[in-house]
Nanobody, 120 residues
Framework: QVQPVESGGGLVQPGGSLRLSCAAS????????MGWYRQAPGKERELVARITSGGSTNYADSVKGRFTISRDNDKSTGYLQMNSLKPEDTAVYYC??????????????WGQGTLVTVSS
């Protein structure tokens, strides 16, 4: 069963940057629409950023101007560039993606998540 796989999380100081990546567990699959979500301890999962199949993007107000969602031209990998990180950005970040290959699309597949910790 194909699913997204996230990478790039870790510990970073406030004001620092991280780039998260999301790719399908089977490399022949491509990413269509994709979203990054996060869940902090004791809180509900929330949408951080989303990119449509056509490349349109939208962001949560809390990350506008600091985070950027993007995708490779061949749609093999999606990214979340996170700048000016704050302690309140600490959370597990999840990729949710529509994965397609040869006319078949697996809609809304969730990755296992990657932990981002912002702390001095």
């Amino acid at each position: 069963q194909v699913q997204p796989v996230e990478s790039g999380g870790g510990l970073v100081q406030p004001g620092g940057s991280l780039r998260l990546s999301c790719a399908a567990s089977r490399s022949i699959f491509r990413i269509n629409a994709m979203g990054w979500y996060r869940q902090a301890p004791g809180k509900e999962r929330e949408l951080v950023a989303r990119i449509t199949s056509g490349g349109s993007t939208n962001y949560a107000d809390s990350v506008k101007g600091r985070f950027t969602i993007s995708r490779d031209n061949d749609k093999s990998t999606g990214y979340l560039q996170m700048n000016s990180l704050k302690p309140e950005d600490t959370a597990v970040y999840y990729c949710n993606a529509d994965l397609y290959y040869s006319g078949v699309t697996h809609v809304g597949r969730w990755g296992q998540g990657t932990l981002v910790t912002v702390s001095s």
